[in-house]
């Protein structure tokens, strides 16, 4: 009974009136009537996507991991038309060593005569995502890059040539083409750097990819623009105004008249949607409405892809569309949000228009938005969030639209991305009750589905115990040279060969400070489980330049998103065959080790190391040869905590600050830099065994062939 009235209220004409409609189990009030005239000769602005953000951080290290056929089909659901999100555009970050948020991806040029196009993964996620959609765009920005960039300093020469050797591995290698490119993420405005950037790109073949600039996100963000009225280098440079989270600051009135009157178009290169569930979705769609209505933005980009990162990482599940940071087991999940995508994916391309005169705000809370296709196609998108009453929303469709049949797809807090009754025009109109916080889609087009897939694997706890050889890896190059599971959180540990030559190994490769994004802490790699406890992590550690090397446990957290310091412990290995235990809470501060034990351990250490940290205990290795591979064991069984080299016990502790937390490797100081080998990494239960090393399902294909 509920949903046959629904239907027929669905079907009420413009000068229809009611009191209340039941919808669900709610009564709401009916709101006055609104009119919209589709006109379909009334031009627009060009539509040029909306999508996401691989980057700011390793946000998608994890998903390279997943076994098949789980790996495609995340891809699928993210990108495919028609099936998923849907998305029509993708940003990526140019690596460059340094953390970025969530990490740090590995540079195509550690140094300045290094060059390789193989290592990470956002080229395979690029390729991947064009093999599905041709049609989606390409778009990058750099948060950071390496150290001896510009000799230090980011807007220089070298950073515009770094660029374009990035550019050029892009196409010569994947075959890929890159549309646009941003100058560098949140870090101010160089105007110079811009002109030298557009110079580079021209010289090198490169003059059809545009430039935006310059991806700020406070209240000064446009104030760059108001120049180009009389630099005309800089108008001929800059191609696209873009900045960041237009929801929270919008564009101002004159930039927009500025831009119109240069015929440049208006991108939001990272919007911000934190939010949980359904009112993620909501509010996702809500966002984009407005980017285009208050900012005149065209063109979208959601901070950021998919969760591919570990739990305990800042960020690690709200903000994405999907959830895939379980390779082991290869279980996903799909977000709310996703479906807020799709909403406008599966009813849109690039090089549609916004319809003049048909884009506007509900007059009792809401927005909508109308896209129209090339030919006669248009679709309808539509949010109610903060609705109270139902809306009657009548169009008059003229200007040669399409008089076909609309389909209707709805997502409300109860069920997402849902097909409702097609709608036929009557006398070139049509009637929608719109309820209060759901989305809606109406459109001439066909084909749409909730795209899903079946017998998703279970999710399943990190393997343990885990022992890793780095010997499956015949070709690193296949595997962007990143190990499995392992999440670089500041600089860069990759397989390589072993110096003696009898096998892999994992180097911290990164010799000189990044030009990080985000304050970065030493170099270090997490792995495992956060909530594992009483365990031991051990592995063969070679000082191969200097400084020091050490194993990691009980690390429950690496930073808040900006800085990276972490909460656990560390076991380090100098070149004098030094040994140190060192507790670290982060940024905050140094462990407040309370007790009178802990107080005793604190006297015994004498001093304190790096900001935020504690130099617990320490001790020597017997019998040390810097040039030889040698193991460091750090052990946890309850309060005690017990360090080995070689198998000897060097050092012992009690505390009790840190209970639980994942296994990590780490490597040099904060100021400089030291490489380091690392061989067998094993996680194991205390004094148990040797396991045989680890096993990987033969449907974790390589990235690259």
């Known amino acids: 009974?509920?949903?046959?009235?629904?239907?027929?209220?669905?079907?009420?004409?413009?000068?229809?009136?009611?009191?209340?409609?039941?919808?669900?189990?709610?009564?709401?009030?009916?709101?006055?009537?609104?009119?919209?005239?589709?006109?379909?000769?009334?031009?627009g602005k060009r539509f040029d996507g909306i999508g996401a953000v691989s980057g700011g951080g390793a946000t998608s290290v994890l998903l390279k991991d997943y076994p098949e056929p789980q790996r495609?089909?995340?891809?699928?659901?993210?990108?495919?038309?028609?099936?998923?999100?849907?998305?029509?555009?993708?940003?990526?970050?140019?690596?460059?060593?340094?953390?970025?948020?969530?990490?740090?991806?590995?540079?195509?040029?550690?140094?300045?005569?290094?060059?390789?196009?193989?290592?990470?993964?956002?080229?395979?996620?690029?390729?991947?995502?064009k093999k599905r959609n041709p049609d989606l765009t390409l778009d990058a920005c750099a948060w950071g890059c390496p150290g001896w960039v510009g000799n230090g300093s980011f807007w220089s020469q070298d950073m515009c040539d770094y660029y374009v050797r990035w550019i050029q591995g892009l196409k010569s290698v994947y075959g890929l083409d890159l549309n646009a490119i941003g100058c560098r993420n949140e870090k101010g405005v160089n105007a110079d750097f811009a002109k030298k950037f557009r110079a580079t790109l021209d010289a090198n073949g490169l003059d059809k990819i545009r430039i935006h600039a310059f991806d700020n996100w406070d209240k000064t963000k446009f104030d760059w623009a108001r120049h180009m009225t009389n630099d005309l280098e800089l108008r001929k440079a800059v191609a696209i105004f873009s900045n960041h989270t237009m929801s929270e600051i919008p564009t101002p009135a004159d930039v927009l008249k500025l831009a119109e009157s240069l015929d440049k178009p208006i991108w939001n290169t990272e919007e911000h949607v934190y939010k949980k569930g359904f009112d993620c979705e909501l509010s996702l769609v809500k966002a984009f409405n407005e980017n285009f209505l208050h900012s005149g933005v065209t063109k979208i980009v959601n901070w950021y892809l998919v969760g591919s990162v570990y739990s305990l990482?800042?960020?690690?599940?709200?903000?994405?569309?999907?959830?895939?940071?379980?390779?082991?087991?290869?279980?996903?999940?799909?977000?709310?949000?996703?479906?807020?995508?799709?909403?406008?994916?599966?009813?849109?391309?690039?090089?549609?228009?916004?319809?003049?005169?048909?884009?506007?705000?509900?007059?009792?809370?809401?927005?909508?938005?109308?896209?129209?296709?090339?030919?006669?196609?248009?679709?309808?998108?539509?949010?109610?969030?903060?609705?109270?009453?139902?809306?009657?929303?009548?169009?008059?469709?003229?200007?040669?639209?399409?008089?076909?049949?609309?389909?209707?797809?709805?997502?409300?807090?109860?069920?997402?991305?849902?097909?409702?009754?097609?709608?036929?025009?009557q006398n070139n109109s049509f009637t929608i009750?719109?309820?209060?916080?759901?989305?809606?889609?109406?459109?001439?087009?066909?084909?749409?589905?909730?795209?899903?897939?079946?017998?998703?694997?279970?999710?399943?706890?990190?393997?343990?115990?885990?022992?890793?050889?780095?010997?499956?890896?015949?070709?690193?190059?296949?595997?962007?040279?990143?190990?499995?599971?392992?999440?670089?959180?500041?600089?860069?540990?990759?397989?390589?060969?072993?110096?003696?030559?009898?096998?892999?190994?994992?180097?911290?490769?990164?010799?000189?400070?990044?030009?990080?994004?985000?304050?970065?802490?030493?170099?270090?790699?997490?792995?495992?489980?956060?909530?594992?406890?009483?365990?031991?992590?051990?592995?063969?550690?070679?000082?191969?330049?200097?400084?020091?090397?050490?194993?990691?446990?009980?690390?429950?957290?690496?930073?808040?998103?900006?800085?990276?310091?972490?909460?656990?412990?560390?076991?380090?290995?100098?070149?004098n065959g030094t040994c140190t235990l060192v507790a670290i809470n982060g940024k905050a501060?140094?462990?407040?080790?309370?007790?009178?034990?802990?107080?005793?351990?604190?006297?015994?250490?004498?001093?304190?190391?790096?900001?935020?940290?504690?130099?617990m205990i320490t001790g020597t290795a017997k019998n040390f040869d810097v040039k030889q591979w040698h193991n460091v064991k750090l052990q946890f069984a309850g309060t005690a905590i017990t360090g080995f080299v070689d198998g000897a016990q060097v050092l012992s502790a009690t505390n009790s600050v840190f209970s639980h937390g994942m296994a990590g490797l780490v490597t040099g100081d904060s100021k400089t830099r030291n490489t380091a080998c690392f061989d067998n990494l094993l996680i194991n239960a205390v004094g148990t065994a040797t396991p045989k090393p680890t096993t990987f399902s033969k449907k974790q294909m390589p990235i690259y062939k």
């Open 1 to 43: 009974m509920k949903k046959l009235f629904y239907h027929l209220f669905l079907r009420l004409t413009a000068g229809a009136s009611l009191f209340c409609c039941l919808a669900g189990n709610l009564i709401f009030p009916a709101f006055a009537d609104q009119t919209i005239d589709l006109k379909g000769d009334a031009g």
């Open 72 to 129: 495609s089909q995340v891809l699928d659901l993210l990108f495919k038309p028609k099936f998923g999100a849907s998305m029509s555009a993708l940003l990526v970050e140019v690596p460059g060593d340094g953390n970025a948020t969530q990490g740090a991806e590995p540079s195509h040029m550690h140094t300045r005569d290094d060059l390789n196009f193989s290592r990470g993964y956002e080229w395979w996620l690029m390729r991947e995502a």
């Open 313 to 425: 990482e800042p960020y690690a599940e709200d903000p994405a569309a999907m959830i895939a940071n379980s390779p082991w087991s290869g279980f996903y999940r799909t977000r709310e949000v996703l479906w807020g995508y799709a909403h406008y994916g599966q009813f849109s391309k690039i090089g549609w228009t916004y319809l003049n005169g048909a884009c506007g705000k509900l007059n009792d809370g809401g927005s909508f938005v109308t896209l129209k296709s090339p030919g006669k196609d248009y679709s309808v998108i539509i949010e109610t969030k903060g609705a109270k009453t139902v809306q009657n929303l009548t169009f008059n469709v003229s200007g040669g639209l399409s008089s076909g049949k609309l389909c209707v797809w709805r997502s409300n807090a109860k069920e997402q991305f849902v097909r409702q009754t097609d709608i036929k025009l």
């Open 433 to 575: 009750a719109l309820e209060p916080d759901t989305l809606y889609s109406i459109s001439t087009t066909t084909g749409q589905q909730k795209g899903s897939f079946d017998n998703i694997p279970a999710e399943t706890k990190f393997p343990f115990p885990y022992y890793e050889t780095f010997e499956a890896y015949a070709s690193p190059k296949q595997f962007g040279y990143l190990p499995r599971y392992t999440a670089d959180i500041a600089s860069v540990f990759e397989i390589a060969e072993r110096p003696d030559n009898t096998g892999k190994c994992l180097r911290q490769v990164v010799s000189q400070k990044p030009q990080s994004w985000a304050p970065e802490w030493m170099p270090y790699t997490i792995i495992g489980d956060e909530h594992w406890q009483d365990y031991e992590v051990s592995a063969d550690i070679l000082l191969d330049n200097g400084g020091w090397a050490g194993v990691m446990g009980r690390v429950n957290n690496v930073g808040d998103g900006y800085g990276c310091a972490p909460k656990g412990y560390y076991l380090r290995l100098a070149t």
């Open 589 to 615: 501060g140094a462990v407040d080790l309370g007790d009178k034990e802990h107080q005793e351990a604190l006297r015994a250490a004498g001093n304190t190391g790096e900001k935020g940290e504690r130099q």
